[in-house]
């Protein structure tokens, strides 16, 4: 009898303690917008997934490379013939395989950020009808690789680029970074099924309605003292930095620095939606941290230079010796392929 009351003791102690810890341990919650980006690394890996299910064994290994492969930093915005990718050429795909290259890449990025994707590589169908000799160009001439297998949890890259172009999409959980990445336009505007695409058009033209905002004063700051014709950061210059100068957000009014958060957008935003929100959450805590500089002329039309710079953000907008050849490049000297996350 002894014992029965000893061991239904030890069970209710053994239960209280068990439900004690139970309540005194920290709870894992996630918030909506934590939901929303997880389930969208979710469906970007079920999207890869069902790319990869197109291709056989050749295909699969032709496009997949390990995450710290030195092909994470291949990437360019010279043309084929020019510069050797590698990973799976768009040309070399059926239709059906393309067609699910394509839809993991509108699943990636938001409705804006494809579009805009799309046009760059229009753009470029423009010039394949250019004499190149053993340069080519045209929507064929892009290519799709991995770094790592798409993964919910680990991370992981999906890189996609051509001429002008270069999206290096690291995901990691519910996090994810498209540093650095590369959007350019050549030609900046033509026409397409009867209407005149700008694939950089927004850019251009939030830039120049800002510029056109700031009084005497803040265009002292903000403009250079000194020329600037191309990238600084561009292709090819992974670690290397530069000094902020220019005109501190801080030095802006509400409205102005709206307009700012929304030019910053333009880069940000190419990626899904639920991605690029925390991004821009970022972004805006940094804001009184962050530089606008101008070079060259202030009237929209014109060929000028521009530069956003905070502690985790690098913008560069360069027009190539006019206005119908833009390159412009998107970096976060903090996370630049991911190091964040490989970190944690």
Do not use: C
């Not at 290397?240 to 880069?267: C, F, H, K, N």
């Not at 690029?276 to 202030?298: C, H, I, K, N």
């Amino acid at each position: 009898m002894r014992m029965a009351v000893a061991v239904g003791t030890v069970v209710y102690l053994g239960v209280f303690v068990a439900v004690a810890a139970s309540l005194s341990a920290p709870q894992s919650t996630s918030s909506p917008a934590q939901t929303a980006a997880a389930d969208a690394t979710a469906r970007i890996v079920a999207s890869a997934q069902a790319f990869l299910a197109t291709l056989e064994d050749a295909g699969r290994t032709k496009v997949q490379f390990p995450f710290d492969s030195p092909q994470k930093a291949r990437w360019s915005n010279l043309p084929t013939g020019i510069f050797k990718r590698e990973g799976l050429r768009l040309g070399d795909l059926a239709p059906a395989q393309r067609a699910a290259a394509m839809a993991l890449l509108s699943t990636a990025l938001s409705q804006e950020g494809y579009r805009k994707v799309v046009e760059i590589m229009r753009g470029d169908e423009v010039l394949r009808g250019a004499p190149g000799g053993r340069v080519r160009f045209g929507e064929d001439e892009y290519y799709l690789a991995f770094l790592g297998g798409p993964s919910a949890s680990v991370p992981w890259m999906l890189q996609f680029g051509g001429h002008h172009l270069a999206i290096n999409m690291t995901l990691a959980g519910r996090q994810a970074t498209l540093a650095p990445s590369h959007t350019a336009a050549q030609p900046a505007s033509y026409s397409f099924a009867g209407r005149t695409v700008r694939p950089l058009g927004d850019e251009n033209d939030r830039a120049f309605a800002l510029m056109a905002t700031l009084d005497a004063a803040q265009r002292g700051q903000a403009i250079l003292g000194y020329s600037v014709s191309d990238l600084v950061l561009g292709p090819g210059q992974d670690g290397r930095t530069i000094q902020p100068e220019g005109l501190r957000a801080s030095a802006l009014s509400v409205a102005q620095q709206t307009m700012l958060l929304d030019l910053v957008r333009e880069w940000v935003g190419i990626a899904n939606d639920a991605l690029a929100a925390p991004r821009m959450d970022e972004v805006r805590a940094r804001l009184p941290e962050t530089y606008f500089a101008w070079s060259g002329p202030t009237t929209n039309g014109s060929a000028a230079y521009f530069r956003i710079q905070g502690p985790t953000l690098v913008i560069e907008y360069a027009p190539q010796r006019g206005v119908d050849h833009i390159h412009t490049i998107y970096r976060d000297p903090t996370n630049d392929y991911g190091a964040r996350f490989a970190r944690e």
